[in-house]
Nanobody, 121 residues
Framework: VQLQASGGGLVQAGGSLRLSCAAS????????MGWFRQAPGKEREFLAA????????YYVDSVKGRFTISRDNAKNTVYLQMNSLKPDDTAVYYC???????????????WGQGTLVTVSS
């Protein structure tokens, strides 16, 4: 399974971006799709997750109300809509996939290459 993340870029504080993660295929091993980010000098941080089956969603508290994860099963694509962006949101954003388990744990089996989001003040 290959994951292709895209949609990053430079945005001013208060702006919005939508990240996309296209999966080469959907299988039982990729039922949970997650978004993580890693800022310079910081550990990778879980943001949100969604399941292909049922569409259940999970968020870290710090992004609830600003970020929305969604999926398009027909396109094998997961999105992360990010609103009210802050300079602290500057990071490389990664999508990832695994079959099951705790959504916030980084034990995902498949990872995309990352897309850089830069939020200017």
């Amino acid at each position: 399974v290959q994951l292709q993340a895209s949609g990053g870029g430079l945005v001013q504080a208060g702006g919005s971006l939508r990240l996309s993660c296209a999966a080469s295929r959907r299988t039982f091993s990729t039922n949970v799709m997650g978004w993580f980010r890693q800022a310079p000098g910081k550990e990778r941080e879980f943001l949100a997750a969604i399941t292909w089956s049922g569409g259940s969603t999970y968020y870290v508290d710090s992004v609830k109300g600003r970020f929305t994860i969604s999926r398009d099963n027909a396109k094998n694509t997961v999105y992360l809509q990010m609103n009210s962006l802050k300079p602290d949101d500057t990071a490389v954003y990664y999508c990832a996939a695994k079959s099951s388990g705790l959504y916030y744990r980084a034990d995902y089996n498949y990872w995309g290459q990352g897309t850089l989001v830069t939020v200017s003040s």
